[in-house]
C-alpha cells in the first residue's frame, strides 16, 4: 500500500469528525472517499495533506510515519492537493500558479539567476515548458497568460489540478475537482484523472458526483459519521444496504 | 553642461536622501513582498547606524568595514526576532514590531556609553552620495534578479495564501526568515550610510514615524514590482521640495500650506492609485479602455 491510514480520530471540541477512520490506497490507483456532507471526507484530507494533525491514529506514506507533520514536509514527501473551496493564488496568471506547484522539482537558481549563468535561463525554460503541458492536459493551454482571478469556476479548479500535479506527487488529493462544472468538462477531469493513475501515480478522489465516482475509481470508501461504512470496488459499494441509507436514508 | 552640473550640486544632499530613503523602502519591501507586514526596520538601521558610528568613532574601523557591521549586525539580530514573530499574522506582527523598534530607541536613550538620548555627534563624513545610488542599485538588482527565479515565485505564492503554499511543498517559514533578516540588512545598511553622511545618530531620528515614513514610500510607489518603493520614497523626498520651490514661485509662504499640500497629494495617490505610483500607466490604460467602450455601446 502507498497510502495506509489507520484508526484516524480528529476532534473539534466536542465533535469528532473522524471517529477512527482507515483507508488504504495502492500505488496506480483512484480511491474515491465518498459519504453524506459532514462525513469528514475533507477533515480526512486535511490531516493527510498536514493541514490539521490528528488527535490520534496513524498515517503510513510509502513506509513513513507522516501523521503531524507539517504540510511542506509531507508534500515534499509526495502528496499534494486541491481543495474544495479552491485555493488558487488570485493575482497570479494559471501558468504562474502551475510554475508555484513545481517549487519541489524545480532546482534552486536565486545564485545563478544574480550570476546570469545560462543554467538558470535553461532551468526557467523547462519549468515554463513543463508548467504549458500541464496546462494543456487539463485543457487550459491557451488561458495560461490569464489571471486566475478572471477565470471560471471550473477553469480553476483545473488549475489546481495542474498546480497539484506539477510537483510529479505520489499521491493527489482532489476535493471536489468537478464542483461547478458542466458534463463536458466533467468528462474531461475523469480523462484527467485516468491518465494520472496510468503512470502510477495515486489518486484520491472526494466527490458528490456519483456517476464520476463510479466511472473513474478502482475503489471506492464510504464514510459517515466518521467512520468507514464500506469499501471496495465501485460495484459492491453501490449495492451496499448502509450505503443506500446513508445516502437516501433509511425507515426507522 | 554646467547648468546640470550645477543642478546636481545645487541638491546633492537631496539627491542622497532620496537613494537613502529608496533603500529604507527596499527594505519594507523584503517582508511586504511576501505578506508580511514588518514595522521593524527603523529599529533594525538604528542598530546598523549605531554599529557603524561606534566602529568608526570609538575602533578607528575603516569605514568599509563599518558598513559591514551596519548590514551584518541587525541581520544576526532578525534571526532570534523573526522566528517568534514571523508567527504572527498581519497586524499583529505589526504591532510587535513596532514593540521591538521602541524596545531598539529606549534602549539607545537610555544607554550612557551611547550619549543616551543626544545620540552620537561628529561622526566622520565619509559617505558619498555615489556610494548611495550604488548600494541601491544593488539592491534594486538584486530583487530584480529574485523575480522569476524558484525563490521568486515562492514568495509571490506566500503573499498571496500562506496555507497553499505550504501545500506545494514551499516552507514558508523559512523564506519568510530570510526575506525579514535580507531587510534588516538593507536597513541598518542604510543607517550606517546615513550615519556616516550627517555626521550624528541620535535615537529619536529611529522612532515610530520613521518606521511608518517607510512603509509609506513602499505602498505609495507600489508594493507588488521591486521598483515601486524606490518610485515612492522619490516621489515622497521630492515633493515638499517641489512645493516649498512652488509656493515660493507664487509668492506664498511655504509654510503650513505645504504641508497640508503634502498630506492632500498623499491620501490622493492612496485612494485613487490602490496599487501605488507604479499602477498610474495601467489605471489610465483601463480608463481609456472603459471609454471606448461605452462610446462603442453608446
Known sequence: MLLSVEELERSFGGVRALDGAAVQVAKGEVHGLIGPNGAGKTTLLNVVSGLFRPTRGRIVLGGERIDGLPPHRI???GITRTYQNIRLFPGLTALENVMVGAHLVRPGDTLRRMLFLPS???????????????????????????????????????VEIARALASSPRLVLLDEPTAGMNAAEVQAVATVIRQVASTGQSVVLVEHNVQLVMQVCDRITVLNFGKVITHGEPRHVS?????IAAYLGSEA | MPDLAGFFLTYQSLFAFIGLNGLLALSVYCTLCCG??????????????????????????????????????????????????????GVFLAIATIGFGEVVRLGFVNWSYTNGALGLVAIPQKTQPWMIWVALAVVMFALARLRGSRAGYALEAIREDEAAARSMGIPSTRYK?????AGAAVAGF????????????????????????????????????????????????????????????????????????????????????????????????????????????G
Not at chain 2, 192 to 204: D, G, I, Q, R, S
Not at chain 2, 251 to 270: E, K, T, Y
Open chain 1, 75 to 77: 508534500a515534499a514527501l
Open chain 2, 36 to 89: 508580511q507586514l514588518s514595522l521593524a526596520n527603523a529599529g533594525f538601521m538604528a542598530i546598523g547606524a549605531y554599529a557603524g558610528a561606534l566602529l568608526t568613532q570609538n575602533a578607528h574601523a575603516p569605514y568599509p568595514l563599518a558598513l559591514l557591521a551596519g548590514a551584518l549586525l541587525p541581520a544576526l539580530i532578525a534571526v532570534p526576532l523573526g522566528l517568534p514573530v514571523l508567527r504572527l499574522r
Open chain 2, 190 to 297: 542604510a543607517g550606517a550610510l546615513e550615519a556616516h553622511l550627517t555626521y550624528m545618530v541620535a535615537p529619536n531620528g529611529y522612532g515610530f514615524s520613521r518606521a511608518v515614513d517607510m512603509l509609506v514610500y513602499a505602498v505609495v510607489g507600489g508594493d507588488t514590482v521591486f521598483y515601486g518603493p524606490v518610485v515612492g520614497a522619490a516621489f515622497l523626498t521630492v515633493l515638499p521640495e517641489a512645493l516649498r520651490g512652488g509656493a515660493r514661485a507664487l509668492g506664498l509662504s511655504p509654510g503650513p500650506l505645504r504641508m497640508f499640500l503634502n498630506g492632500a497629494i498623499l491620501l490622493a495617490v492612496i485612494l485613487f492609485l490602490p496599487n501605488g505610483i507604479v499602477s498610474l500607466p495601467r489605471t489610465l490604460r483601463a480608463l481609456r479602455l472603459r471609454k471606448a467602450s461605452r462610446a462603442a455601446l
Open chain 2, 177 to 181: 526568515l530570510s526575506m525579514f533578516v
Open chain 1, 239 to 243: 449495492s451496499h444496504p448502509e450505503v
Open chain 1, 120 to 158: 538558470a535561463r535553461a532551468d526557467e525554460a523547462k519549468a515554463r515548458e513543463a508548467a504549458l503541458q500541464l496546462l494543456s492536459r487539463v485543457g487550459l493551454r491557451e488561458r495560461a497568460h490569464h489571471r486566475v482571478s478572471g477565470l471560471s469556476y471550473g477553469d480553476q479548479r483545473r
